[in-house]
Nanobody, 121 residues
Framework: VQLQASGGGLVQAGGYLRLSCAAS????????MGWFRQAPAKERDFVAA???????DYADSVKGRFTISRDNAKNMVYLQMTSLKPEDTAVYYC????????????????WGQGTLVTVSS
């Protein structure tokens, strides 16, 4: 499956953004999808994941502020980000795997190209 992330940009602290990830292929509804992020000079971190039945998982740092969702009819997954903080600044990647929810990036087989989110203070 090929993934294309979009929706990043510059936003002030306290603001919001919605990231989108478009997936190609006919197996999207069976995939678990995840969002990860990588800040400058830091390792890639798990942000959120959604299973093929809609179950979700969030990193503690974004719980209550971010919402992951999917539209299987459109082969899309979204990350609604609210109450953004400067520490949310990173390149955000969407990823896909055939299987259940995972937080380990190494368990995801397909990755998008990343979209930059910058939160100014």
């Amino acid at each position: 499956v090929q993934l294309q992330a979009s929706g990043g940009g510059l936003v002030q602290a306290g603001g919001y953004l919605r990231l989108s990830c478009a997936a190609s292929g006919r197996t999207f509804s069976r995939l678990s999808m995840g969002w990860f992020r990588q800040a400058p000079a830091k390792e890639r971190d798990f942000v959120a994941a959604i299973g093929w039945l809609g179950s979700t998982d969030y990193a503690d740092s974004v719980k209550g502020r971010f919402t992951i969702s999917r539209d299987n009819a459109k082969n899309m997954v979204y990350l609604q980000m609210t109450s953004l903080k400067p520490e949310d600044t990173a390149v955000y990647y969407c990823a896909a795997r055939l299987g259940g929810l995972q937080r380990e990036g190494s368990r995801f087989s397909s990755w998008g190209q990343g979209t930059l989110v910058t939160v100014s203070s």
